[in-house]
């Protein structure tokens, strides 16, 4: 059974879709949650169903591509309820397709700065509050274009594979410190990210649906019960792995 009451979530991206489904995990194990993310009205809608699950929750705007803004999310995220003993980095961006050679270098640093660069933002602060409570657990949102590819997502791709190489080094380096990392690498996942990949076109989306092995895309839902799993001490040998959610070997 997993057991999370009384402990700190910390939701990075938790305004959207994953990460609201993630929060409403968290609370109904009686976990309380800091919601991170930059639209307050969105984290008012996922805090008002935080305590209809009886639990409660803050939310701490930030702007993971501004290091001052980040810096003071270091100081209000454990002043809120005085630990952080989870965190799930879930903040991206599914930028804009172009071949390789056609890559705007705009669009490329854009890409690194909110997927890449903000998830090792937050991983150094969290990692440094966790060091002094001796235990913690943290989730990066990595994605399945983390260990394949996919044409004209070269700079999300190369994001994703770059969350998964800092997940595996900080899991090494922390591990005898109490401290577990892991990643989750979700396929498709019914989100308005997905539906902006495939324009809007749902009759494109269902047709992707239907050829996947499970003939349907992942809910938000089956995301956050991953993440729950990984950082509960179910899964207390689990470091440094990459999990899988594609309905598929």
């Not at 705007?61 to 989870?86: F, K, M, N, R, W």
């Not at 410190?177 to 269902?206: H, S, W």
Request: hydrophobic fraction near 45%.
């Amino acid at each position: 059974m997993i057991k999370l009451k009384d402990k700190v979530a910390l939701i990075v991206g938790g305004t959207g879709s994953i990460g609201g489904a993630t929060a409403l995990a968290f609370a109904r194990q009686q976990s309380k949650i800091i919601i991170v993310g930059r639209d307050e009205g969105a984290a008012n809608e996922v805090l008002e169903l935080v305590n209809a699950a009886g639990s409660e929750g803050v939310f701490i705007h930030c702007d993971l591509t501004d290091p001052a803004s980040v810096e003071s999310l270091a100081e209000q995220a454990p002043a809120a309820y005085g630990s952080i003993d989870i965190a799930f980095n879930n903040a991206g961006w599914e930028g804009k397709p172009a071949k390789t050679a056609d890559i705007e270098e705009a669009d490329w640093h854009k890409m690194l700065d909110i997927k890449l660069t903000g998830v090792w933002r937050c991983m150094k602060f969290e990692i440094q509050q966790m060091l002094k409570q001796g235990s913690g657990a943290i989730v990066n949102m990595s994605g399945n274009w983390g260990i394949v590819g996919f044409p004209e997502y070269g700079a999300y791709c190369a994001a994703a594979h770059g969350i998964m190489g800092i997940t595996k080094a900080a899991a090494l380096e922390y591990v005898r410190d109490g401290i577990r990392v892991n990643a989750i690498c979700p396929g498709a996942v019914d989100t308005p990210l997905l539906d902006r990949i495939f324009g809007g076109n749902q009759e494109a989306k269902k047709g992707y649906a239907e050829q996947l092995p499970m003939g349907r895309i992942a809910s938000p839902e089956e995301i956050a019960e991953a993440v729950l799993w990984l950082c509960s001490d179910s899964a207390s040998y689990v470091n440094g792995h990459g999990l899988e959610l594609t309905g598929s070997s």
